[in-house]
C-alpha cells in the first residue's frame, strides 16, 4: 500500500476539514481511497485463507464513507480524519465480529470484536466468559495471542456486574463495557513489504477471540 499518499492526504484532511478545501483537492482524495480500497481488497484475499466466511466479500460492503453523520452531533467538521473498513461476512452494520481496519495518522490500528453492545448483550458475552473461564482464558492469555491484544475492551468498569459472584477469581475479564481486541500500529505498518503477512498473523489470532464472541453475538440477533 502507497501509505505516504494515504497519511499525506489525512493529515492535509485534519489540517482544512472544510467542504471548499475537500471540493479543491478531490483527486486527491481519489487517489487514496483507490489506493485503500485496493489494500482492503487484498486483505479479504489475506482473511479469506484462514476465514472463508469473508471470501465473498467487496470492498465497497467493507469500507465507510469518509463523510461524517453531523446531524445530530456538535462536531460540524464534515469528513472523518481516517479510512476505515470493516470485513465483516454479515455486513458493516452487523454486532456480529468482524475485522476493522483503521488507517488515521499516529492512531491506526486493527480491531475486532463486539463494540458498543447493548445492555443486553453485553450481559451475555460477560456470562459467556464467566461459564466458558477456560476457554476464555486460553485464548487471551496465550502469549501467542497477548503479542498482538494484551487487554480486551477499551473501557471497563471499576466494580462487580451485578448478577456475578463477588469471590470470581476472574473478574477482570468480565469488567470490560466492551468485548474487543485491539492492537494499534505505527503508521509504517502500512508500508512494510510484510504488511499482508503481518496482517495476517494478527488477524489469525483475532479470530481464535472471534469465534468465541460470535458464538454468544449470533445466538442473541437470532432471536431479537
Partial sequence: MNSPLIFDFLKSLSAHNDREWFKANRDRYDAASAEFEQFVQESILTIAEFDDSVKELRPKDCIYRIYRDIRFSTDKTP??????????????????????????PDNSLLSGGAWNPSPKLLHLLRQAVYENIDEFRAIVEDPAFTRYFPTIGDTRIK????????????????????????????????????????????????????????????????NE
Fill in 79 to 104: 469528513y472523518k480524519q481516517h479510512f476505515g473498513a470493516y470485513i465483516n461476512p454479515k455486513g458493516k452494520k452487523s454486532q456480529h465480529g468482524g475485522y476493522y481496519i483503521h488507517v488515521q
Fill in 159 to 222: 466494580t462487580i456486574p451485578k448478577g456475578f459472584p463477588k469471590d470470581f477469581p476472574y473478574i477482570t475479564y468480565l469488567q470490560p463495557k466492551d468485548y474487543c481486541a485491539t492492537r494499534f500500529v505505527p503508521d509504517t505498518f502500512f508500508s512494510d513489504r510484510d504488511v499482508q503477512q503481518n496482517l495476517a498473523a494478527t488477524c489469525r489470532q483475532m479470530k481464535r477471540f472471534l469465534d468465541f464472541v460470535n458464538y454468544t453475538i449470533d445466538d442473541y440477533e437470532e
